[in-house]
C-alpha cells in the first residue's frame, strides 16, 4: 500500500533546513542508520538531493535557496515498522518567502494555498545558535526605570518632560524569530486540514555541548519553554499533535577546522547527526518523518 504524505517545511532563512534535508537524503540512501526509512523509488529529477548530500558529507555550507518554490521534492520510501509504501512530498520553499512574502507583504500565493490544502505535516525548523530571542517585557522595564541618584533623571521627571529617545522601528532587526513563526502557523491553520507539527530545534549541538558529559542536557522540549515560551503556548492550544526535537544535522560547526576534521573522520557520517527527543539521543534524522506517518 502506498499513502501519500505532504510535508511543508518552515522556517526563516538559516533556521536548519537545507541541512536537514541534506543529512535526510544521504541517511536515507546510505542506509547506515537502523530501522530508518528506506528509499523504495528513487525520484526522476534527485540532482538537487544529491548535491545537497555531497555537500552534508563533505561538511561544507549550502547556498541559500533563491525566493519562491525552486526545488519541489517527491520520492518513495518503505517504513520498515510497517512495510508500508510512502510518497514524500516536500514543497522546499525559502526562508525569505516565509519571512518577506506572508509576514512583511502579507501575501499568500494561490501555490502555497494549494500545497497547504494537501499538508499532512509540517516540520518547522528554529536555529538555537542564530534565532534573534525574545525580549520579555520585564527586560523592557528594567531599561526604562531611571538611574537612582540621578540628577538629570530625578529633574527631568519633576519638570513632566523626560527625554524622548526615538528609536527607527525595522522589522527585520526588531521582530524576534518567535513572532514570525507562530503568524506562520496561524496562517497555515487557516487553510490546512489537521495536521502534526514537528518542531526541530536545529543546531542541537550548541545545547549539547554546552553540557558537561556528566550532566544530563536539557530537553527540547524544556529548552523551548525557557527561549521560547510564546511558541510552546501557541503550539499547546492549537495542536493536538505536536512534537519538539533537538537535531543537530551537521553534528558541529563547520568553521572550527578541529570540529570539522572531527566530523570528517567519521566511517560512518550518519554517526554525527544527533537528534534529541524527551530522554533519548539517536543519529537517526527520520524520526521526526517516521512518526508522522505512523498515525
Known amino acids: 500500500m502506498t499513502e501519500p504524505y505532504n510535508y511543508l517545511l518552515l522556517g526563516l532563512p538559516q533556521s536548519g533546513k537545507t541541512s536537514f534535508l541534506g543529512a535526510l537524503w544521504y541517511s536515507i540512501e546510505s542506509q547506515e542508520t537502523a530501522n530508518s526509512l528506506s528509499l523504495e523509488a528513487l ?139 507562530v503568524d506562520l502557523l496561524q496562517i497555515i491553520q487557516n487553510f490546512a486540514n489537521d495536521f502534526k507539527l514537528a518542531i526541530i530545534i536545529s543546531a542541537w549541538d550548541v545545547v549539547l555541548d554546552s553540557f558537561d ?29 505536536y512534537r519538539i526535537y533537538g537535531i543537530s544535522a551537521q553534528g558541529g560547526s563547520y568553521k572550527e577546522a578541529e570540529v570539522k576534521d572531527k566530523l570528517l573522520s567519521n566511517i ?6 544527533r537528534v534529541h527527543f524527551n530522554d533519548e539521543i539517536s543519529n537517526d534524522i527520520t524520526l521526526p518523518i517516521r512518526w508522522i506517518i505512523e498515525a
Open 43 to 181: 525520484p526522476d529529477d534527485r540532482e538537487y538531493l544529491t548535491e545537497l548530500s555531497d555537500l552534508w558529507c563533505q561538511c561544507k555550507n549550502f547556498q541559500r535557496t533563491t525566493l519562491g518554490v525552486d526545488f519541489p521534492i517527491s520520492f518513495t520510501v518503505t517504513n520498515f515498522k510497517t512495510g508500508n509504501k510512502h510518497v514524500i512530498d516536500i514543497p522546499d520553499m525559502s526562508g525569505e518567502f516565509y519571512k518577506t512574502t506572508l509576514f512583511e507583504e502579507r501575501q499568500i500565493p494561490i501555490e502555497f494555498i494549494k500545497d497547504l490544502k494537501d499538508v499532512n505535516g509540517v516540520l518547522l525548523f528554529i536555529n538555537a545558535d542564530t534565532f534573534i530571542r525574545p525580549t520579555s517585557i520585564k527586560e523592557v522595564n528594567g531599561h526604562l526605570k531611571p538611574e537612582v541618584g540621578s540628577i538629570d533623571n530625578v529633574s527631568e521627571i519633576n519638570s513632566g518632560s523626560p527625554k524622548e529617545s526615538k528609536i527607527t522601528f525595522e522589522i527585520s532587526k526588531h521582530v524576534p524569530d518567535v513572532i514570525y513563526i
Open 213 to 241: 558529559t556528566e550532566e544530563v542536557p536539557i530537553s527540547p522540549l524544556e529548552w523551548a519553554k525557557q527561549e521560547l515560551p510564546l511558541l510552546v503556548q501557541a503550539v499547546e492550544s492549537n495542536f493536538k499533535e
Open 268 to 273: 560512518n557520517q550518519t554517526e554525527r547527526i
